[in-house]
């Protein structure tokens, strides 16, 4: 075989394989007209190479952020040195939809993007490829891997039941009051809510249906509480409302607010609507708790107290 025959073999491979190879090639010149469209391209943009040559790619792609991509470009022109742009930047540069059964439940094709400078028998520089990869399956796992982990921390402080904040992430909250207590003062209010006769529900209705008014309660208490308050279920039938910056008078109005409304609730369950009250007791942080015991403790004093009492009240210690 001739030299020349040889070169031309070697130069069939080389386009073949460009035109083959499972990445995105795009040649652009100084003015964004598309070279070079190989096969990867032509398969999931739905034009051909015949189509696109020399014309603009942003003419061909209005979706694509023109502005973004120019100064790209731009860039590696100018210093003649690639740019590299990983799906964390930008999740895609063309939007393309996946074609491979693992990233099925991806709504488009996430991307690696190459800009890399072409330079010419001269030295100049007046071309740009742009490599697009597929990673597609990188990301989904990478993302999946996070929302699992995002799942897992939130199962850690939310109480199983009811979504509230579990016993673990109450007791880090009120560390954390108090010990701004200890630096900085302010007022801060614990507020502890107990259902009334809760037991006499599981004893008539059975734990089901207990369980149905626990989530009742939570969704009420939840769904009062305000920007910056913190509502856990703190074990059984009690709960926890912590009011950062309230003082008692304001945790006292706040709480008969909560109690009167779950007073007029009906808790509807297949065996009825139930009706319940709850029973609650406030504490304002002062220099008297010398600790967070301290300060459940007399909250839990107080609520002992609305029981005592008659239930279906608040009490202030």
Known sequence: MSTESSELAELHWLFDMLQHIDVGLIVLDSQYQVSLWNGFMENHSGKSSTTVKGKSL??????????????????????KTPIYVSWEQRPYVFKF?????????????????VLRPIT?????????CVVVYDVTAVAMNKRSLVEANRRLDQ??????????????NIDRALGMIFTSYEKNKGTHSL????????????????????????????????????????????????????????????????????????AKRKVKTDQ???????????????DDEKDVSAWLSRADDALYKAKSEGRNRTCVA
């Open 58 to 79: 942003f003419e061909l792609f209005p979706d694509v952020s023109s502005d973004w991509l120019k100064k790209k470009v731009d860039t590696v022109l100018a210093l």
């Open 97 to 113: 939809k996946p074609y491979r059964s693992i990233t099925g439940t991806s709504e488009h094709m996430y991307q690696n993007v």
């Open 120 to 128: 010419d028998v001269r030295g100049g520089v007046s071309h740009v």
């Open 155 to 168: 199962m850690s402080k939310t109480d199983g039941l009811t979504d509230l904040n579990n016993r673990a």
């Open 191 to 262: 507020v502890i809510a107990d259902i009334d006769h809760f037991k006499n529900v599981n004893d008539e209705y059975g734990h089901t249906i207990g369980d149905e008014v626990l989530k009742d309660v939570a969704k009420a208490l939840g769904g009062s509480s305000r920007r910056g308050d913190f509502v856990g279920r703190f074990g059984g039938e009690e709960f926890v409302i912590l009011l950062p910056n309230t003082s008692k008078e304001g945790a006292y109005k706040y709480s008969e607010k909560i109690r009167e409304a779950i």
């Open 272 to 286: 009825g609507d139930i009706s319940i009250t709850i029973s609650l007791g406030i504490c304002e942080l002062s």
